[in-house]
Each structure stands twice: as C-alpha cells, then as structure tokens.
C-alpha cells in the first residue's frame, strides 16, 4: 500500500460547473500523475508534477489545470466541466524516478451531465 | 508519435487454460512494465523487464521481453477466475518524464 488516497471517489456534476480532484499521499513520493481512463482509450497522462510547484503537461491536457503546494497533495482541477470529461480519472506516484514503478489510487468516476 | 499496441484487446477462456497477450511498441523499450488491474481499482505492477530476450517468471505468469525490446508478452498457464482483469504494458515516453501506457487487454476466466 502505497498510502495514495484519491476524493472525492464519486462526483457527478453539470456541464461548465467547476471540479477540483484531490489526490493525496503518505509516502513522499516525488513524481505525482494525473491519468484518465476511457474505454477504448486505455490510460491517457492529464498533467504530472516532478516537485513542488513543478508541473507540466501531458498528452491530454486541454481543460485541466493542476497545482502542487505541498509534497503530499496533488489537485486536478477542471476549470468547466464538459461531457467529453466524464470518465474515471486515477492519481499515480512514483517513488524515485519519473518512470519507474507506478503506485495508484483507486480512481475517481466524474460523470459530467 | 510513441505507440503501444496491445492484443488481444479481449479475451474470454475457461479455467484452466493458457493464454498469451502482447505489446508491441513503434520503438525500441528502454524498459517495460506490465500491471494488472482489477474491476474497480487502480492498476498495479506485476514486473518490470529490462534486458531483450530476458524471461521472468511470476507464479503462473511468463513475462518476455523480445531481443530487439520492442516487444513483449505475458503468458498464462492455466488461468483462474482470480486472473480475471485489465493487463496493460507501459513504457516511458520520450521525454523519459512520464510512463504511457497500452489499452490494454481485458482478460475473464470462467470457472
């Protein structure tokens, strides 16, 4: 257990209304990721952080933003939700490099109406 | 644009039987990681092969990474209802920041 917690696990929201995800860890793991996952589509990378503060973007990054205040504490945020962003969104970190072991949460289902 | 092709995308067998799955990538693995992941709940890692030709083993599982590593495969002797669930491969991106990943293989086993 990796102690990667993700909130909240269930949302359903209307469209153009702001989401915030919340994903939280317990094991200082440097590298934290930001993955949504859709039928047909497999696990696409949203944004990931390498530090504090440090973050860039992914190869689906249009209409997410995320922040990295503290070492622990990994925010998706959808600015204005659309149907096309509802789907099952999971938190990842890695312990020592970028592109090493990945470790879960157990995601977050958005479902955007 | 980096690729990662896996096949079977579904897959439906007995208890009992074998099975194999593939990933293939467009280019040449640094490194490849296969997870699996259960209904419900985030993927996590079976194994981690590095060197082409190399062979692991993981109870049942065979993982084998080809000698020019741009490809993989997962066998499975004689699959158990507890096999069931979503394999994907992963390698990483080119930028060397990030891991991406196949869609993966749907696997059930009936009993």
């Known amino acids: 257990d990796a102690g990667i917690t993700q909130s909240p696990r269930h949302k359903v929201t209307e469209t153009g209304t702001p989401v915030t995800l919340r994903c939280h860890q317990t094991?200082?793991?440097?590298?934290m990721y930001w993955y949504r996952q859709d039928p047909g589509h497999g696990l696409r990378l949203i944004h990931y952080?390498?530090?504090?503060?440090?973050?860039d973007k992914g190869e689906v990054s249009d209409g997410y933003s995320v922040s990295r205040s503290k070492t622990e504490d990994f925010l998706l945020t959808l600015e204005s939700a659309t149907s096309s962003q509802t789907s099952v969104y999971f938190c990842?970190?890695?312990?020592?490099?970028?592109?090493?072991?990945?470790?879960f949460g157990e995601g977050s289902r958005l479902t955007v109406l | 644009t980096q690729l990662l092709e896996q096949s079977p995308q579904f897959l439906s067998i007995q208890e009992g039987e074998n099975l194999t799955v593939y990933c293939n990538s467009s280019?040449?693995?640094?490194?490849l990681q296969w997870y699996r992941q259960e209904p419900g709940e985030g993927p996590v890692l079976l194994v981690t092969?590095?060197?082409?030709?190399e062979v692991k083993k993981l109870k049942r599982l065979t993982f084998q990474f080809g000698d020019a590593r741009k490809d993989s495969s997962l066998h499975i002797t004689a699959a158990q209802p507890g096999d069931t669930g979503l394999y994907l491969c992963?390698?990483?991106?080119?930028?060397?920041?990030?891991?991406?990943f196949g869609k993966g293989t749907t696997l059930s086993v009936s009993s």
């Open positions: 990842a970190a890695s312990r020592g490099v970028s592109t090493g072991e990945l470790f």
């Open positions: 952080s390498y530090g504090v503060k440090d973050t």
């Open positions: 094991e200082n793991h440097r590298y």
């Open positions: 280019s040449v693995f640094s490194s």
């Open positions: 092969v590095v060197t082409g030709g």
């Open positions: 992963a390698e990483g991106n080119q930028a060397g920041t990030a891991l991406i």
